[in-house]
């Protein structure tokens, strides 16, 4: 491979490790992100720039660095979903505050749930999602409703869930979700209609952009 060539690959890399590190970790500022990546500093902060630039990276309404709205889009067309834009940033914020849960959207195929964008805040009630973001469920997903379920990571203990389905393509389930933790039953109900609500916004949204698309 050319010199040309492994540059290429090096700013993938590079670009591919702040997107993680924006995702699994609560990043205030770009020290704490360039520290954690291990990429040369100069490098690090040219490359974390150049991304929020291109909306690859954002900030959450606490400072914090996320995944930005082109990187959001690119998953949603991966998995054959129209890009519901800028009202998912909002909804998660939305669903994390009224619930004091993480919330998340996820593409769930197979029994097998792949969380796209999430939105975590402080404190013991707020989960890290698993490294690579990829959880088998326990009991089949029955799609119709919010349901509780229980989910488990590669080498990890198992986390309860409560999931509720956007919309279905041929490929996948669009569903939002929060990591549930131990509440009293009224809690447990509020946090139902939450993201009940919450996921048919979403789904006005995404079905909003379906038909423009086809127009």
């Known amino acids: 491979m050319g010199q040309n060539g492994q540059t290429y690959h090096k700013a993938i890399d590079r670009m591919e490790a ?3 590190i ?5 990043a205030d500022t770009p020290y704490q992100l360039v520290k954690a990546s291990g990429i040369p500093p100069s490098t690090a902060y040219r490359q ?7 909306r690859m990276l954002a900030r959450d309404m ?15 067309s991966a998995w054959g979903f129209p890009d519901p834009g800028f009202i998912m940033g909002p ?5 994390r505050i009224q619930t004091r849960q993480t919330a998340f959207v996820g593409f769930l195929r197979q029994n097998t749930l792949q969380l796209g964008p999430y939105s975590i805040g402080r404190g013991k009630r707020f989960a890290h999602p698993a490294a690579a973001g990829r959880y088998a469920l326990q009991t089949r997903f029955k799609g119709q409703t919010a349901g509780r379920y ?6 990890s203990a198992s986390v309860p869930v409560l999931l509720c389905p ?9 569903t939002l979700g929060v990591f549930r933790q131990s509440s009293p039953v009224a809690e447990q109900d509020k946090i139902t209609d939450v993201l009940r609500d919450a996921a048919q916004r979403l789904r006005t949204s995404v079905n909003f952009q379906k038909e423009h698309e086809a127009r």
Not at 62 to 74: D, S, V
Not at 91 to 95: D, K, V
Not at 166 to 174: D, M, P, R, S
Request: hydrophobic content about 55%; aromatic content about 8%.
């Open 62 to 76: 606490q400072g914090r660095f996320m995944l930005g709205p082109e990187c959001l889009a690119l998953c949603f």
């Open 22 to 26: 924006a995702r699994a970790l609560s």
């Open 48 to 54: 974390t720039a150049a991304m929020e630039d291109s």
């Open 150 to 155: 229980m989910a488990r990571a590669a080498d």
């Open 18 to 20: 702040l997107l993680n």
């Open 91 to 95: 909804l998660l914020r939305f669903a």
């Open 166 to 174: 956007v919309v279905q393509n041929n490929k996948a389930f669009l």
